[in-house]
């Protein structure tokens, strides 16, 4: 489901998640009577019947194979897919995709649960990649069934990855649907791309076993940072730094892409020099130099998105686990990026250990201190960035920017209360199929007797959540000034390449904040001190337009205005 069809469906319901209290009024009694007689047909016949589903209907046939953690097996697939708000029948015969898959099951601890989550690849008849596009998302061959077990709204991964794909550079997309393997009702799965390297997934240039020196070395990367699981984990390298002082544990990076098979020792020892020099530059004492520091190697907007995720969500899995980071070549912006983003069933006041349920508190200040003896915890350089004033100042600037668009409580509310109608009538057979409902689930810190009741909790924790982060990211109250005239001395203005701003009051001194396009957005632009109250600008890499300079002096935000021909 797209976030455009999401948005227009909570539109058409004007039903806001916060109020799901009233769902049992909203939905008629022949739901309840048809529950109850698929209630009764689970214990007559031992699986629930399907017989249509307003989610696209997924049927695999194994052909009497077991499906394993590694390798995958052969099995066909077939998708009922009838289109928008349109009911999918069991038995009809006209499908969304028919053809061959190769399937296993995929992840780490959520493998221990009865309801399992599978990877999968298209394939054509020789059994090669074919890459095909499933209910609208883009053609690739390479995607995950996710089970959303311990996660009874069903919703904590699809929310984060619809709001995180509005304003991210990507994030999966997600479609809802049922599954059914070898005629046995399965319960809701999110259909979910796999993270992987593509122009219509991480769009970095692909590499060859002969790209092994000048600019072809320098790029695409993936490196993940989690547990040693899966076809593609455990070889990497160990950071040189530890999480915290005194810590036992040490920062393993892996490398995602080119998968351990395909990558080369040249481009083994480039990238992981690479992030080695970036930890030291983090380390040093002169990291946040606008100039030399980690501004010069790293993306500090993907930055700052990643942060925001995490920390909506609360993700305690957050820049330990699940981490993913990716770099371009240096021919083509060569910076490190922050994401995709993943695994978030754990997010969202799920979790009793550690961090734990409440929704107040950063992740990424506390788990260190409330968990140091975790196997994973989170590398130094996440706390690190927040040293740097001027970027926790941008970072609270985009919060704000975000919560007036893309996570606004409407978008946000908004979201859940569609995901909910959308799975409210499907819901029913997959909690019959897995009754996990009044039961607690490792690692729930809420335990619902009923669906509209984790519902009512996820809603009520999100609107806690949203209260304490405008508190704890809000600007400090400021004056904004644009400054012209004989106050501000901003030569050359036209700007070709670089410019010099300058107070010509000789004891003012000045920090550079941020520079912002026409539309509001942060440009990433080289800054150098040449004094205490100078500061000199490289636009040379810039298009032409009108771009806005903000900077610190006396606790005021100054804006300087400055055309780039």
């Known amino acids: 489901m797209t976030l455009s069809e999401i948005t227009a469906l909570s539109h058409a319901n004007v039903i806001f998640a916060k109020n799901i209290k009233s769902y049992n009024m909203k939905f008629n009694f022949s739901l309840r ?5 698929i209630f009764l047909q689970i214990h007559l016949n031992g699986q629930v019947t399907l017989t249509q589903s307003n989610l696209p209907v997924v049927l695999i046939d194994t052909h009497g194979e077991q499906i394993v953690d590694d390798p995958k097996i052969n099995a066909d697939m077939k998708i009922i897919y009838n289109g928008q708000d349109k009911m999918n029948n069991i038995t009809d015969s006209v499908y969304h995709f028919d053809g061959k898959i190769g399937i296993e099951f995929r992840g780490s601890t959520s493998q221990s649960f009865p309801k399992k989550p599978y990877g999968f690849e298209l394939q054509d008849n020789a059994g090669e990649e074919l890459e095909v596009s499933l209910l609208g998302m883009p053609k690739e061959s390479d995607w995950t069934f996710n089970a959303t077990y311990n996660d009874k709204t069903l919703m904590r991964d699809g929310l984060t990855y619809i709001l995180a794909g509005s304003f991210m550079e990507y994030a999966p997309r997600v479609r809802y649907t049922e599954l059914m393997i070898n005629g046995q009702y399965q319960g809701i799965y999110l259909l979910i791309e796999k993270i992987k390297r593509g122009k219509n997934r991480v769009n970095i240039a692909k590499m060859k076993n002969t790209d092994n020196s000048g600019d072809a070395l320098t790029g695409g990367y993936i490196i993940k940072i989690d547990k040693e699981t899966g076809s593609n984990s455990g070889e990497g390298w160990t950071s040189h730094h530890a999480p915290f002082p005194d810590a036992w544990q040490r920062t393993f990076f892996q490398y995602e892409y080119p998968k351990n098979k395909n990558i080369t020792a040249e481009q083994k020892n480039y990238i992981s020099n690479h992030v ?14 606008p100039e030399s520091g980690y501004r010069k190697y790293i993306d500090t907007r ?8 995490n920390e909506l969500t609360k993700n305690p899995d957050a820049y330990r686990l699940s981490t993913f980071f990716y770099k371009q070549r240096d021919s083509e912006g060569g910076k490190i990026k922050f994401g995709p983003v993943w695994d978030y069933n754990l997010a969202l006041g799920n979790v009793d ?13 506390e788990f260190n201190k409330v968990c140091p003896g975790d196997g994973w915890v989170i590398p130094f350089w996440w706390n690190r960035v927040l040293e740097d004033s001027t970027f926790y100042r941008d970072l609270k600037l985009r919060w704000k920017e975000l919560r007036n668009n893309q996570l606004s409580d409407l978008k946000i509310f908004g979201t859940v ?8 009538q499907a819901k029913d057979r997959n909690f019959i199929k897995w009754p996990v409902l009044g039961e607690y689930v490792w690692p729930n810190y809420f335990v619902g007797q009923t669906y509209d009741e984790e519902i009512v909790f996820l809603s009520d924790w999100l609107e806690k959540r949203l209260a304490y982060l405008d508190d704890k990211w809000k600007i400090e109250t400021v004056n904004t000034v644009e400054l012209s005239g004989n106050k501000v001395i901003l030569s050359p203005n036209p700007v070709t390449d670089m410019t010099q701003l300058r107070m010509n009051t000789l004891s003012s001194v000045i920090k550079p904040i941020s520079v912002l396009d026409m539309n509001g957005q942060i440009v990433q632009i080289p800054v150098i001190y040449t004094g205490e109250n100078e500061l000199s600008y490289d636009f040379s890499l810039c298009k032409q337009g009108v771009y806005f300079i903000r900077y610190l002096n006396d606790n005021n935000i100054l804006v300087s205005k400055i055309v780039k021909l």
């Open 33 to 37: 009577v048809s529950a109850l007689f």
């Open 276 to 289: 080695t020099m970036i930890e030291n530059v983090l380390a040093g004492t002169d990291f946040a130099n």
């Open 302 to 309: 993907s930055l700052m998105d990643y942060i925001i995720v």
């Open 353 to 365: 250990y550690c961090t734990q349920g409440d929704p107040e508190g950063l992740v990424i200040e």
């Open 417 to 424: 209360d569609s995901l909910a109608m959308l799975v409210y």
